[in-house]
């Protein structure tokens, strides 16, 4: 009985994880419609960093991060919220969301590259054919639309910036010793400093019109913040806690969900070169988890 409950729980936190984290594009996209991206990317990192520390050194009474802790906080926090979802929110101005949430499943793939040069892991077979095989499953979901307003090559190659910073960012938080550091404190903090960073870029380029604070604009931040930014992110940590490579298993199902969302609720258009993207990224995902070992990555 024990074993049965212990299973439903795993099964349980995987399926909502993906459903949720691939959910993000989407709910960008709806955001998109009525404010400025980088409007909704500081409004999501105020509110869901303000919940993350109260949670932390509030409710549960946690200690603030000592003053060695305050520059690894930082630089993580500009390559994983100023710059990738700085970058991401801009991309998604002109990618369709299925292909946002194609990318952004893919991340693992860039991850395990880079810690060829960055961990000093060694360049295997798998994790060639792995990029290979999720890129041109990427560029095979997009290629209908390439060229046009749905889906530009200036929104492809700011996805990939993106994906790149957050590979690098998650490269160096586990290179880091957070002894001390509670999770909740690690990422609140990090969102709160990601967001001022980014601040001033989104001070010069906001424009007072085309922002409506309307029900619209919040029920997507909202969602950014608490469901994805929180809920996902806490589920994800506990699957990784739980078994790190099984856990990646369940990124698989970011695509189908992603591209389901997006069809479902802003109506993006899906066609044989869609299911043969999907199926071409699960296969590169697949092939990145040869000989995978266990490693400690957040997710945000």
Not at 103 to 119: E, M, R, T, Y
Not at 134 to 157: N, S
């Amino acid at each position: 009985m024990q074993r049965t409950f212990k299973n439903t729980g795993w099964f349980a936190a995987g399926f909502f994880f993906a459903a949720l984290w691939a959910s993000a594009s989407t709910a960008t996209k709806i955001g998109l419609a009525v404010a400025q991206p980088l409007v909704i990317a500081l409004v999501r990192f105020g509110l869901a960093s303000v919940i993350l520390l109260c949670l932390a050194h509030v409710v549960m009474r946690q200690p603030l991060p000592t003053r060695r802790y305050w520059k690894p906080l930082a630089l993580y926090g500009f390559l994983n919220i100023t710059v990738y979802l700085g970058l991401y929110v801009m991309a998604m101005q002109t990618v369709t969301a299925g292909i946002g949430a194609l990318a952004v499943a893919s991340n693992p793939v860039f991850i395990s590259f880079l810690s060829v040069f960055f961990l000093k892991k060694h360049m295997t077979l798998a994790v060639v054919a792995s990029i290979f095989v999720c890129t041109i499953g990427v560029l095979c979901a997009a290629w209908p639309l390439l060229g046009t307003t749905a889906v530009t090559a200036k929104g492809l190659l700011l996805l990939l910036a993106s994906m790149l910073s957050y590979s690098v960012g998650a490269l160096y938080f586990s290179s880091r010793d957070w002894n001390g550091l509670s999770l909740l404190a690690i990422n609140g903090w990090q969102t709160l400093l990601g967001g001022l960073f980014l601040l001033p870029v989104a001070l010069i380029f906001y424009q007072p019109s085309a922002n409506r604070f309307n029900a619209t604009f919040w029920l997507s931040v909202s969602w950014l913040a608490l469901p994805v930014s929180i809920v996902a992110v806490q589920l994800w940590l506990w699957l990784l806690q739980k078994n790190a490579v099984q856990a990646g298993l369940w990124l698989f199902l970011c695509p189908l969900f992603g591209f389901a969302l997006a069809a479902w609720l802003v109506h993006d258009p899906l066609s044989l070169y869609t299911l043969a993207g999907i199926l071409l990224v699960i296969i590169g995902l697949l092939l990145s988890k040869v000989n995978a070992r266990k490693n400690e990555v957040v997710f945000d």
